[in-house]
């Protein structure tokens, strides 16, 4: 069993043993290709977390009614991404082999892999629910095929054509593109068919990758690689509220905060409230009652 951490994520201090989410950080971001930074977010997020309510207005719910387990933070190896990659892998197949959900705060978008080939061993149907303003579908990237830029691509390696849904994609190579027409469902700039996606999802194991750039700059400064022309906050939340109604969602991340980027706080203050909200609603049916959702 995991020993309780010392600073928990506001609310979430559930006993290991109870909980059904386990949240932890996976501080890694030894490809960042532009403004790195992301390995400080978990922690940032941890301790600034006091700053936010349990309660959600939007929901009705409060995290203390939850059973979500802080996990704490993994030491990864930074001079060896393939060290670091299986640490957090090992990590993730611990969790699921005690029954638990995963819900990790990154790092770069390159630490959603492990966490993917842990659960696709565990649900050989899965699929994919990508939120990001960049494909991230490259081959290889300056001649690296793991790299924060190839995650998709990588992940598309285990699980093959027409698993990975992903929305708000406004940056990426020509190629990439392309590409994506044959072998992911891809919706460019924001959530236009979601619903009916949702739909075809329902009943399948999903999980959920959030990287927070696909939110417009002007909501979200810090982060290592800003596009214009993202989406707003309400807009995400209520995607993200929709996503998780799915009946077997069985993991989440959010990932590529970079918390010094935005000195005001509020990016880091943008991502609380909106783990906040993912968490409950994906506990959702256990606080009310399936009956009441």
Known sequence: MLKDNVETFLGCSAPYGEARVVIFGAPFDSTTSFRPGTRFASRTM???SYGLETYSPY???D???ARVFDGGDLELCFGDTTLALGQIESFARTLLADGKKPFMIGGEHLVTLPVVRALAEKYPDLHIVHFDAHTDLREE???ARLSHATVMRRVWD???DGRIYQFGIRSGEREEFYWAREHTHLQRFDFTGLEWNLAELMGKPVYITLDLDILDPSVLPGTGTPEPGGVGFVEL???LRKTLRLDRVVGCD???LSPHYDASGASTAAALKLLREMLLAWEEPFIRGPELV
Request: glycine letters at 14%; zero cysteines; aromatic letters at 4%.
């Open 158 to 160: 285990i699980l093959g």
């Open 254 to 256: 959010m990932v590529e």
């Open 59 to 61: 929901l009705d719910l």
């Open 141 to 143: 990237y300056l001649g």
């Open 237 to 239: 939340l209520g995607a």
């Open 63 to 65: 995290l203390e009614e």
């Open 46 to 48: 941890r301790a600034e």
